[in-house]
């Protein structure tokens, strides 16, 4: 562990103590406890053992071993109570770094979230240490150091009297420079013990390092083979042998990676136990040799020789537990890398204009537009002007940007160049949440999530249900929702509830439009509204447009140019720019690519 890895391991626990600050300090205090408990046991044996030798009365000795088993009996009482405080916060180590992670998720820029780094980053961050989850990784770990830090600490105060006599009888044995050489050479064998944990504790760490490429593809593999989706191909093609083939080679890899492991294990083993014979031998030797002439008590060797073994085994756990923090220090600097991700999203503090009209006018001025992290310009100089009640139609080749247009009126992207204005005042000027409240959108990849069907159009747990019933039979859900077995409250799909319903895609289609008609937003933005509709839902849909939308502003993207005739104005984008706008009948007349566009699909019609 170098000054870096500590950095980051830091950030994550300083993260953590944020909010649970009282749950790292029971840990701290359980550490210092659960490191005593071993040595109490040790300094009673000892003083029970002199108590004998010197004949003390049998209720002095009575009196001892009961103290000494009290004193036990309380602190296993004191840590029974701290470690259940902090257990029923560690169970919960994956959800509270879920939290942490969804919180930055949320209010971080858009673009991130379509940046395969930072969700590479991510994801690395939430599969690293499986169910553990990171934090609670190194959570436990730190407190198993903890404990191994104080058994070191409580190892030399205890021993510490051994080197350090007042009272120097019993010749060449009890002499200064006797003690100096055995604390020397217990140093080096300490040490060389130390060095022998950490060196193999890393090649076992870079070995394991080597196992998880296979461990993924391995599970690759396996969610082909046990996913219906996967097997559809599988079977068709018959291409078990491919797979079997690369199973033997993961399986192959694992078990070279394995043997290495434990090579290096027993390797370690038969190092780490020849070293403790070496000080149990230097320390039974050194302290029986100062009982012998008089300068400690029997009791004491059993207290001393106890402390420097145990030393050792705490000087072989901690190396242990250093080398598995290092290997979580690098998902800890992704982690440290995804939270201080920053925000590049002028924050604004306007709040948009509530006008009692309910009046807004919209200008997109000389907007360029390239992606993040992309040298092509997918907005041209695009000049727009549109005002509230308008209804707007969106049409164009694939490719030509109309998404993209879409993303940037509602900010999930800010213009590269140029201006966006609502009322006159530059988007980016508006707080961004208050803005947000303008928009209603329809995305072309909407989700409706498995929660009862009220709460999916509310977008929230409280649900107007006169609103959201009639959002819906807007939508064209009505006949569909008499049929429902509870209304609103019908889960949408069985994941979480055995009485869900599952719904088709056009039916989750509606559902999306009827959380936007539900929305009540100034603006309704649809793309490809109806892309997942048989062709009578969707005549239904436009049949219904205006009756749906009211006096909003609906602007809506769509392939199908027949939809868009009732359309006041249509937009034809071209290459990342308006190069046609009118209405049908004005476009259809007109040479250019509106003309060309509803011929090729006109023709399937005649
Ligand atoms: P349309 O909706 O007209 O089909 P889009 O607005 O989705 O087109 O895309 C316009 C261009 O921007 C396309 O060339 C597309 O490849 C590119 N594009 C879309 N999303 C991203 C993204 N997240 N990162 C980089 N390029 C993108």
Redesign the pocket.
């Known amino acids: 562990m170098n000054r870096r890895d500590w950095k980051y391991i830091w950030y994550v626990l300083r993260d953590f103590s944020k909010r649970y600050k009282a749950v790292l300090v029971s840990t701290l205090f359980w550490g210092i406890v659960e490191a005593l408990k071993p040595y109490i046991a040790v300094i009673m044996t000892g003083y029970l053992l002199d108590g004998v030798y010197e004949g003390k009365p049998a209720k002095t000795l009575v009196l001892y071993a009961l103290a000494g088993v009290g004193a036990v009996f309380v602190i296993a009482v004191i840590n029974s109570i701290l470690i259940e405080y902090t257990n029923t916060k560690f169970e919960y180590m994956m959800e509270i770094q879920n939290q942490y992670l969804n919180e930055k998720g949320m209010s971080m820029d858009y673009?991130y979230l379509?940046s395969m780094h930072v969700h590479d980053m991510r994801q690395r961050v939430e599969k690293c240490c499986g169910d553990f989850s990171l934090l609670g990784a190194i959570y436990s770990t730190m407190r198993d150091w903890l404990v191994a830090g104080f058994s070191m600490l409580f190892a030399v105060i205890i021993v510490l009297p051994m080197f350090l006599h007042s009272n120097r009888t019993g010749g060449i044995i009890g002499s200064w420079y006797m003690s100096a050489l055995f604390f020397i050479i217990l140093g080096v064998i300490i040490w060389i013990n130390f060095k022998a944990g950490v060196f193999y504790n890393e090649r076992i760490r870079v070995a394991w390092d080597k196992f998880s490429p296979f461990e993924n593809r391995r599970k690759f593999y396996m969610d082909i083979f046990t996913g219906y989706e996967g097997q559809k191909d599988l079977r068709i093609y018959r291409e078990q042998p491919i797979y079997e083939k690369e199973a033997e080679v993961i399986a192959n890899g694992e078990k070279q990676v394995q043997d290495e492991v434990t090579r290096d294990q027993i390797r370690h083993g038969v190092v780490g136990q020849a070293l403790s014979a070496v000080t149990g031998l230097m320390v039974y030797l050194f302290a029986g040799l100062q009982a012998y002439v008089g300068l400690i008590s029997i009791g004491s060797v059993v207290a001393y020789a106890a402390s420097i073994l145990k030393f050792t085994t705490a000087v072989n756990q901690f190396t242990e537990l250093s080398s598995e923090m290092k290997s979580y220090a690098k998902y800890a600097v992704d982690y440290a890398e995804y939270m201080e991700l920053e925000k590049k999203h002028k924050e604004g503090k306007k709040i948009v204009e509530k006008r009692k009209d309910g009046h807004f006018t919209v200008e997109f001025e000389h907007v360029y537009f390239r992606?993040p992290g992309?040298e092509?310009y997918?907005i041209h100089d695009l000049n727009l002007q549109f005002e509230v009640g308008e209804k707007m139609a969106i049409v164009?080749?694939?490719?030509?940007?109309?998404?993209?247009?879409i993303?940037l009126l509602c900010r999930l992207y800010d213009v590269t160049e140029g201006c966006i204005r609502v009322n006159g005042t530059d988007i980016r000027e508006y707080d961004e949440e208050d803005y947000s409240r303008l928009f209603s959108v329809v995305f072309q990849d909407f989700r409706i999530f498995s929660f009862p069907l009220g709460e999916n159009i509310a977008a929230s747990a409280s649900v107007d249900s006169g609103r959201a019933n009639d959002a819906l039979a807007r939508a064209g859900l009505k006949e569909r929702m008499e049929r429902l077995p509870n209304g609103l409250a019908t889960c949408v799909g069985r994941e979480f509830e055995e009485n869900g319903v599952s719904f088709s895609g056009g039916e989750k289609q509606k559902m999306a439009i009827a959380r936007a008609i539900y929305k009540d937003a100034p603006f309704i933005l649809m793309?490809e509204p109806t892309a997942a509709l048989d062709p009578l839902s969707e005549c239904e849909v436009y049949e219904g447009f205006d009756r749906m939308v009211g006096k909003k502003t609906a602007i809506y993207?769509s392939h199908r140019l027949a939809s868009c005739r009732f359309c006041e104005d249509i937009l034809v984008?071209d290459n990342?720019s308006v190069v046609q706008k009118g209405n049908h009948d004005k476009l259809e007349k007109e040479e250019g690519l509106y003309r060309e566009l509803w011929n090729a699909q006109a023709q399937y019609y005649a």
């Open positions: 673009d379509e992606y992309t092509r997918v164009g080749k694939n490719g030509s940007g109309k998404t993209t247009f993303k793309d993207i984008f990342g």
